[in-house]
């Protein structure tokens, strides 16, 4: 499979993730968040069931895909320098599985939070929903360490010459379009109660192909 081939579908993985995040979370207008911790959205009793189960789906296809894209990068920047490459590719590796680990873990909150809710105990969900967050937390930080050093191997290569891409395609990224998503709804929470924010960090994850395409060009 050509490189050219390989970003598109990094491309796609990033709106397909994009989707996967839509279906998820968008709560609408007068969503409170809740609990102990403030993680209980509101909303989440109006929302039917088959968007989180849909959403994991379509994340899943998602996340492989956004491989795809980082492989196209891997294989540009092996031209060059390998070692860049290894540590990208085996960092990229682990993001694309840490991102659907984290998704996931999102999606499973709202459906224990309703199953519990159909017996209107709400201080046995926030107590159960406070467990879960704790066992969680360690891999979703991890995961969240390995998408940071892949990103900034991304942003050496760019900017060390390895990618043949401009130095602007450093923005590419999914932390500096998460701040754009989270700088939106800060400016007009009105406005961007739900979008962008939620969609921009897999995005920023399909940037990886756009880079890979530009590095092609």
Known sequence: MNNVILSLLGLAGGILCAIGDILFDLKGKGNEKLGTSGNIDSNWIKMPYWRFGASILVAFAGDAL?????????????????????????????SVIAG???????????????????????????????????????????GYGFILVATVCVIAAIL?????????????????????????????????????GIIMPSLGMGMFGVIGLIGLL
């Not at 309703?114 to 929903?129: C, G, P, R, S």
């Not at 401009?166 to 739900?194: A, E, H, I, Q, T």
Request: charged content about 15%; glycine content about 8%.
């Open 160 to 196: 060390t010459g390895v990618l043949a891409v401009p130095k602007w395609c450093v923005l590419l990224n999914p932390f500096v379009f998460l701040l754009v998503g989270v700088g939106l709804r800060k400016l007009s929470p009105d406005r961007f109660y739900d979008l962008p």
């Open 66 to 94: 956004i491989g795809f894209g980082i492989y196209s990068l891997v294989r540009q920047m092996g031209e060059s320098h390998g070692m860049l490459a290894a540590v990208t590719g085996v960092c990229g590796y682990v």
């Open 100 to 142: 659907f680990f984290v998704h996931t873990v999102l999606c499973i909150q709202p459906i224990i939070y309703k199953k519990i809710m159909e017996t209107d105990n709400f201080k046995l969900a926030d107590d159960t929903l406070e467990a879960y967050y704790k066992a969680v937390l360690p891999p979703f930080l991890i």
